[in-house]
């Protein structure tokens, strides 16, 4: 079956972009090339939500940013009628859509920041790898990494280092994904 | 100068109660014990908002467990009139009183979980270190350890390292604290 892995760089405060959606404070080192290179190996799907698609954009960066070609990207939205150029709209249930994915044939698949469609897949049991590069600050506001939605998520540590720049990774396998 | 510590036992989305103020999530190993001893050693007053003072009642506990005799707990309040039994009360502005306590003479200082009197702490610079027990679970809601009260606060990263049952430790020196 297919893993999904849901990353990203954080505060300390759990925000994945500022209240401004900033990234200034984004430590970007040789040692997250590389992290980012390997987390990249054999994916060839990404899943976004519509404002973390938006975020891309305006950011410049677009759906493909960072992936090999081939990968193919999935939108989710209940308000978006067209798919943008190069990507998938999902307009159905989110976690009924990725548990049919994951049995489909293809490589792994990473969820973007944007924590409300991971805050669903995660409910949903559909997410198996959790990876966050911590960084050394508090924003003091911005989008979560983790939504407050209500009930636990078990979670088994897979490492845990730090790393340049005062960074510390860490990546925990969802005791419960199916 | 004294040095004020904010420490908690917290998820990884960043809570330190669950939304029931469960705490039956913590994981309470030699390992917790041993960090949880050395980090009392040589200090002998502790600082807490309201809330956290009466989730501690409720928890059986009062202000002074976990410390050593000779603890000195400081209570955080503008509607407490009166001070509850064994400790301070503090009815002035948080910063300026805790900027006038670390040039006082004494040993090191504890802020105990709420993450109220800790934001507002934090903002004045009034926090010296930060010190995370990071448990394998998503709570999905609760109790914020750093709650979203805008302005960054950068921080320099002292100890990252896992312990035992799959927690994470993780130290910071808050940059700019005075």
């Known amino acids: 079956m297919r893993k ?12 994945i972009t500022d209240a401004d959606e900033a990234l200034d404070w984004l430590r970007w080192t040789d ?3 590389k ?3 390997d987390s990249w190996k054999g994916v060839d799907a990404m899943l976004m939500g519509r404002k973390t698609w938006e975020f891309a954009v305006r950011q410049g ?15 989710f939205s209940t308000t978006m009628t067209e798919a943008p150029e190069g990507a998938e709209l999902v ?14 044939p293809g490589g792994d698949i ?8 991971a805050a669903a897949l995660i409910a949903g049991g559909t997410v ?17 990494m983790f939504p407050a939605v209500g009930g636990r998520t078990p979670l088994k540590l897979i490492e845990a280092r730090s790393i340049a720049s005062d960074c510390v990774l860490l990546r925990y396998e ?5």
Not at 91 to 104: N, P, Q, W, Y
């Open 31 to 33: 040692d997250v090339r």
């Open 174 to 178: 969802v005791a419960a994904s199916a």
């Open 110 to 117: 990473i969820l973007m920041g944007g924590g409300e469609l």
């Open 91 to 104: 307009r159905e249930d989110a976690v009924g859509f990725v548990r049919a994915l994951k049995e489909a």
């Open 128 to 144: 198996d790898e959790i990876g966050l590069n911590v960084h050394p600050l508090l924003l003091g506001g911005g989008v979560p």
């Open 61 to 75: 960066g677009g759906g493909g940013r960072g992936g090999p070609s081939g990968m193919t990207t999935y939108i």
């Open 35 to 37: 992290i980012t290179a």
């Open 4 to 15: 999904v892995t849901y990353g990203a760089a954080v505060s300390l405060d759990g925000f």
